[in-house]
């Protein structure tokens, strides 16, 4: 056995430069940029990544400590911008029961639907795994990212939303320790993708938590329905259980907060949320 280092999140200022570097994933570059984070030492922006070298897919940043021995990386999550199409269809591949099949008026996302409540569980994996798809690309981005930097002796993962659930995947993948930011439930696509997990993984080697408010309905996993946000928006979000570990920060009873989805964004969580809990 040998000892990993992981993020202590029992510390403020560890969760909030966390929660700053999901944050900054969204942007290309911090130049002239007023909604960019700036990090105190030990940490630098070693650039972003783009594993399309274009703007149509996986995209985040890398940091890197003074000391070259620890890099987090972060992964956006969704986003309204040049990614938004590709973002919504491996929404609705991942954090739906089956293509996003809600009702017959929507269109799927793959061919696996069979019939009512009959989907074709094999198809889906395999849909899950096309190199298309936002997962493998994951895992090509991470294995070119550590052949950049060979000297690194601990990696951590972050992300917000979709950013964070990619960053829960690739962390079950290859056991990096992983901390999200208002994530989608992604235990269904952990399955889906056969990825190690309790009880065949030991708990002492899951090191993956979930941070969020509840009152962000995503997060909740109760962003679905006929009427919701989420779906009127185009997302058959339908899972509501996470890998790992949960902290949910209670705003709905400390704060008098209603769950709306205007509570979701990495802005909020930092602002309003993690700052407001700082005493």
């Known amino acids: ?4 280092i992981v993020p202590n999140i029992t510390d403020y200022n ?3 430069t966390l929660a700053f570097m999901s944050s900054n994933a969204y942007y290309e570059t911090p130049k002239n940029n007023k909604d960019w984070y700036n990090l105190s030492s030990p940490w630098n922006n070693n650039g972003n990544f783009d594993l399309n070298k274009s703007t ?6 890398i940091f890197v400590d003074n000391y070259n021995e620890t890099m987090v990386i972060a992964i956006k999550g969704s986003e309204a911008g040049s990614t938004s199409t590709n973002d919504k269809l491996n929404d609705n591949l991942l954090f739906s029961c089956c293509c996003a099949r809600i009702s017959y008026l929507w269109t799927t996302v793959c061919d696996c639907y069979k019939s009512s409540y009959n989907c074709n569980e094999k198809c889906l994996e395999l849909e899950l795994y096309r190199n298309d798809r936002y997962y493998k690309q994951t895992l090509r981005f991470f294995l070119d990212i550590i052949k950049m930097y060979p000297g690194i002796e601990n990696i951590f993962v972050t992300g917000h939303s979709l950013g964070g659930s990619l960053s829960s995947l690739l962390g079950r993948t290859f056991g990096l ?3 999200t930011f208002e994530a989608v439930p992604e235990l269904l696509a952990t399955k889906r993708l056969h990825l190690p ?10 090191n993956i938590y979930h941070f ?16 919701s946000s989420c779906s009127i928006a185009g997302y058959g979000f339908e899972t509501q259980c996470f890998s790992g570990k949960t902290c949910v920060y209670d705003v709905v009873r400390d704060k008098g907060w209603t769950v709306n989805i205007l509570k979701h964004s990495i802005k909020f969580m930092i602002e309003q949320v993690i700052g407001g809990y700082q005493q």
Not at 197 to 206: C, I, N, Q, V
């Open 14 to 16: 560890t969760i909030l």
């Open 197 to 206: 997990m309790p009880p065949g993984l030991l708990k002492d080697y899951e």
């Open 56 to 61: 149509d897919g996986v995209r985040g940043q």
């Open 1 to 4: 056995d040998e000892d990993n």
């Open 212 to 227: 969020g408010n509840n009152a962000d309905p995503i997060y909740l996993g109760t962003c679905n329905g006929v009427s």
């Open 177 to 179: 320790p992983v901390v």
